[in-house]
């Protein structure tokens, strides 16, 4: 009986050894799921110290569009890539969200100011069919924002200045807005 013990025990060391040299291979890529707030230099930050993963995460996972992931996407994080001799620092705080996280979002162009009236004018239609004074519970005015976020004032101008900060906190553009919207039918 003494044998047996002896080869379940020599088994078992076996081929956990096996386990453990066969999933620590040095340059493995890393599974990451992103949460609400992430960015993709958040992550970058979390893997590398520092922003140099951003491009090298957004190519790895064919993110075409670096200003937009999704809270549960699965990113594979590529671990053997060296750090380039200059990186952009600049970073923009992370923003709680139910379904999507902006990322850094580049300084607006004029063509993105007027892409982005358009995206904001296909929300508004959307939303309210363009109406300042639609509402829906507790959603109110064009963009149908919540009422607390207008703080009692729905006026056309707190409409827009209150809707301008809400999509640039929470999407970076009108543009991701639009595209949130068109994959989930709300922004």
Do not use: C, H
Request: aromatic letters at 10%; proline letters at 3%.
């Amino acid at each position: 009986m003494k044998s047996l013990k002896t080869i379940l025990l020599g088994t078992t060391l076996a081929a956990g050894m096996g386990l453990y040299l066969g999933t620590s291979a040095a340059n493995a890529d890393s599974l990451y799921t992103v949460k609400a707030g992430d960015t993709l230099s958040t992550i970058s930050e979390q893997f590398a110290g520092n922003n140099t993963l951003i491009q090298s995460i957004a190519e790895k996972n064919q993110i075409s569009n670096i200003n937009l992931i999704f809270e549960g996407q699965q990113l594979t994080i590529p671990t053997d890539v060296e750090a380039p001799a200059s990186v952009q620092t600049e970073q923009q705080a992370p923003v709680q969200t139910e379904q999507t996280a902006p990322v850094e979002t580049p300084a607006p162009t004029t063509s993105t100011a007027v892409s982005g009236n358009a995206a904001k004018e296909w929300i508004a239609q959307k939303e309210s069919s363009g109406s300042y004074s639609a509402t829906n519970g507790r959603y109110i005015g064009r963009y149908q924002l919540d009422a607390s976020y207008l703080n009692g004032d729905y006026s056309e101008a707190n409409q827009e200045r209150v809707a301008d900060s809400y999509v640039a906190g929470r999407y970076g553009s009108w543009e991701a807005a639009q595209a949130f919207w068109m994959a989930n039918g709300w922004y």
